[in-house]
């Protein structure tokens, strides 16, 4: 972020480009088994996005893998839409707030990583054990 931009919050350009460096740190290997994926930030899900999930606070969704995932895919298939992880930059921010113990870069790249897990065919528990026995 911009020395100008001390004492706003971070837009959705800034959040972007805390994902696309915190992407670049992961080891090379992983970046390309990670293959084609769209990322793309936004402030909130879409509501529809919310309503499948059994949401009503869009507060409480930071970030979304969307697509087939790669324990999934089949040669076989029809060729797959691109996949997409997404990130809301205002639940993001309001997670960073909140918890004051990580910097936002950090709880950046920890969405990230999360949802490039889903890309990767891990669910949720299966994500959280590997943070555990890392952290």
Known sequence: MSERQIGKAPSLDDIAALA???FQALPEGFRRMTG????QVQDFAAEDVLADLGMEDPF???G???GVDLARRSVFDPAPQASMIFLYRRPILDEWAENGEV???ELVAHVLVHE??????????????IEAAAG
């Open 20 to 22: 696309e460096a915190a």
């Open 64 to 66: 979304l893998y969307h």
């Open 60 to 62: 409480e969704l930071t």
């Open 36 to 39: 084609e994926v769209v990322f």
């Open 116 to 129: 490039i897990g889903h890309h990767f065919g891990l669910s949720d528990a299966d994500i959280d054990s």
């Open 103 to 105: 910097t936002l870069e």
